[in-house]
């Protein structure tokens, strides 16, 4: 199925009719909450139709679903009720999170670089998986809380395997001079650690090279230098590793609006990898964006329009603090009207945020918009929501999920001012 097309100038997003879609969205938000803005919606069917992708293409493998690219609570549970889904956090807001959403403790793993005290102790106090461990700084605070707490720590060694990957210099973390993971010198030194550290138990090898990734090669790679380490744990330390993971990565080509925006070749990834880890240890990947980014899209209207040389600016409600991708990265996003007129321009799409770099798209050709108009920012599921703020006072907009049952189900509201003030004292 197409995931974005339009029949008779209406635009469907993966089947849906949008215009019928978006004026139920906004009846309800408006309705509940006496809201009129912009907003986040979502597809369930989406959500299982990608789930189902991985588990069927990747045959055995295991996957933790990276949190951090979407962490609605509403979604993470339906994300849990897969059984061969866990987790993949990033902070103890995260690890919180999937807890509460389902997630079994044995299927959260928790990787980053500065992990705090209270971090570690309630990864540990919850027996999660495993720790993911990127710094020998880490692994003795890991060690020495676990001896408090008087049990015994799952880690796991994150390595740099410096693979080269093509992708935006932002989002690469493979490589040597990044700030992730352990270099080989760690990766010696940790192995002496784990040695003589009965509180620490090895489980397993991982490694991410980089989000936004077309080619199978660097994870192949990737593979080949984790079994090749995990060859040296087993000859220092004679223990058997439970699973090897390979991080997320798995990229959308943001382009694409017909057909499913799978552009990744699993048939090739799996055959390769298997063939370099075998099939007795558990392999297991960290997918994030390839997951949620086609499972939703950004509601946002036409505010105003304003003539410039050469083009029109069109100023909608939806700014950087909403879905800071194309601000951060250069990303882009395709813009849709929900209803097509005839005739085209040239539009600068930007928000009310006070910054230049507020512009979701620059000299973009969209069919004649008027004032009012509804737009849908495509792809905009993942690393959308969960990287927005409150910049500008702007309230967290609302979440609004298609079931998979036709019903519209809003699993965030909108922020009220007052609880944006909540915190901040100023008697
Ligand atoms: N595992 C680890 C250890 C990671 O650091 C990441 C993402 C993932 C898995 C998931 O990667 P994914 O499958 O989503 O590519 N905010 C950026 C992306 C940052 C990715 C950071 N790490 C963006 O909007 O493009």
């Known amino acids: 199925m197409d995931n974005f097309s339009y029949s008779d100038d209406r635009l469907f997003w993966h089947g849906k009719d949008t215009v019928a879609l978006f004026q139920q969205a906004a009846e309800k938000l408006q309705k509940d909450f006496e809201y009129a803005g912009h907003f986040w919606l979502y597809q369930e ?46 902070s103890g807001g995260e690890l919180l999170r999937t807890l509460k959403a389902g997630f079994p403790p044995e299927k959260i793993v928790f990787a980053g670089v500065g992990k705090s005290e209270a971090e570690l102790r309630a990864a540990l106090e919850n027996k999660i998986r495993s720790i993911h461990v990127e710094s020998i700084s880490e692994l003795k605070d890991i060690a020495r809380i676990a001896d408090e707490l008087k049990l015994i720590a799952p880690v796991t060694l994150r390595l740099n395997p410096d693979v080269e990957v093509d992708t935006h210099k932002h989002i690469t973390t493979g490589k040597e001079e990044n700030k ?11 192995l002496k650690l784990l040695g003589g550290l009965p509180a620490l138990r090895l489980v397993g090898l991982q490694a991410h090279i980089g989000s936004q990734l077309f080619d199978t090669v660097p994870y192949i790679k990737t593979a080949e230098f984790l079994k090749e380490k995990s060859g040296i744990v087993s000859a220092a330390l004679h223990v058997t590793l439970d699973y090897i993971s390979l991080g997320g990565g798995f990229g959308i080509d943001y382009h694409r609006l017909e057909g499913d925006a799978v552009n990744f070749d699993f048939a090739t990834l799996l055959t390769g990898v298997r063939k370099v880890l075998g099939d007795t240890i558990e392999i297991h990947f960290e997918p994030g964006r390839f997951i949620a980014a086609p499972l939703g899209v950004l509601a946002t209207r036409v505010r105003h329009l304003k003539e410039r040389s050469g083009k029109t600016l069109a100023i909608v409600d939806a700014a950087m603090n909403d879905l800071i991708r194309p601000m951060l990265y250069e990303a882009y996003h395709p813009i849709l009207p929900i209803m097509r007129r005839a005739g085209e321009d040239k539009y600068d799409i930007v928000g009310p945020v006070c910054e230049s770099t507020d512009t979701f798209a620059s000299a973009r050709t969209l069919s004649l918009l008027n004032e009012g108009d509804w737009l849908a920012i495509g792809y905009a599921g993942a690393y959308g929501s969960s990287m927005s703020s409150n910049f500008n006072s702007r309230p967290l907009i609302p979440e609004v999920l298609l079931t998979a049952k036709g019903g519209i189900r809003i699993i965030r509201r909108p922020q009220t001012l007052d609880e944006m003030f909540l915190t901040e004292n100023f008697a």
């Open 180 to 190: 992730f993971g352990l270099s080989e010198n760690d990766f010696q030194a940790a």
């Open 45 to 90: 069917e989406i959500l299982r139709e990608r789930l189902a992708l991985l588990e069927n293409n990747l045959v055995g493998c295991g996957f933790y679903y990276s949190v951090k690219s979407q962490s609605n609570l509403a979604l993470l549970r339906l994300i849990a009720a897969h059984a061969r889904f866990g987790a993949d956090v990033v």
